[in-house]
């Protein structure tokens, strides 16, 4: 597609709960990049791929957070045992190459209640 | 300190004001610089690119200090519409974007 998709728009999950997001990227573009906006406008990176492989993770939490991007599927980022501060906007971002502009989706915004 | 530092204001301006945002980041290897705008935490939109050189678009002039490692952005006759939050974004070699706090701009009539 010509933009870049992620759903859901909402999601709301308990305390403990797992949470899977997804992104689909521009048709064509081989990079990928996951960033978290919690409160006060604050962006976080958290990791790239370079079609399905791991490019950068160095933003990513060492524990309960994984991603993926397999091939002919939307990339997914997913947080097992959500925490009230997993809370924030998820944006997916995708590049035709690494120094590129960036498109970014329209987020998906984790509630952990 | 945080990688890239802005004054997240906010700056309340009437229209036709001219308004300054500045920036400072604490990598001087980075690669790129951009501004990015936010709007109600919708997306951030790619507004412009920033050089060493300076460079403009329509209202808006950005400009690049390697040496001191600043950042600027200049809105000329402020419209309602450039109401938004202002990002300060630098381009690590890996491709990842690191973003300032976000500077919010509210434009009166």
């Known amino acids: 597609g010509e933009e870049v998709a992620q759903t859901p728009k909402h999601l709301v999950r308990g305390e403990g709960q797992k949470a899977k997001l997804y992104c689909a990227p521009i048709?064509?573009?081989?990079?990928v990049f996951w960033y978290q906006q919690v409160l006060k406008n604050e962006f976080k990176f958290l990791i790239s791929?370079?079609?399905?492989?791991?490019?950068?993770e160095t933003g990513m939490p060492k524990e309960r957070f994984s991603a993926k991007c397999l091939p002919n599927s939307p990339c997914s980022l997913e947080i097992q045992a959500t925490k009230l501060e997993d809370s924030a906007v998820y944006f997916c971002?995708?590049?035709?190459?690494?120094?590129?502009?960036?498109?970014f989706g329209p987020g998906t915004r984790l509630t952990v209640t | 300190r945080k990688e890239v530092e802005q004054d997240p204001g906010p700056f309340n301006v009437p229209e036709g004001a001219t308004v300054a945002f500045n920036c400072t980041y604490s990598n001087s290897a980075s690669q790129s610089f951009f501004w990015y705008r936010q709007d109600c935490r919708k997306e951030p939109k790619l507004l412009m690119s920033?050089?060493?050189s300076g460079n403009e678009d329509g209202r808006f002039t950005a400009q690049l200090n390697r040496a001191s490692q600043y950042i600027s952005l200049l809105i000329r006759d402020s419209k309602l519409s450039d109401s938004a939050t202002y990002l300060c974004v630098v381009r690590e070699y890996t491709g990842k974007l690191i973003f300032g706090q976000g500077t919010t701009l509210q434009v009166k009539p």
């Open positions: 920033v050089y060493s």
């Open positions: 791929f370079q079609n399905e492989n791991v490019f950068d």
């Open positions: 048709k064509g573009h081989s990079y």
């Open positions: 971002a995708s590049s035709p190459y690494q120094s590129y502009e960036q498109y």
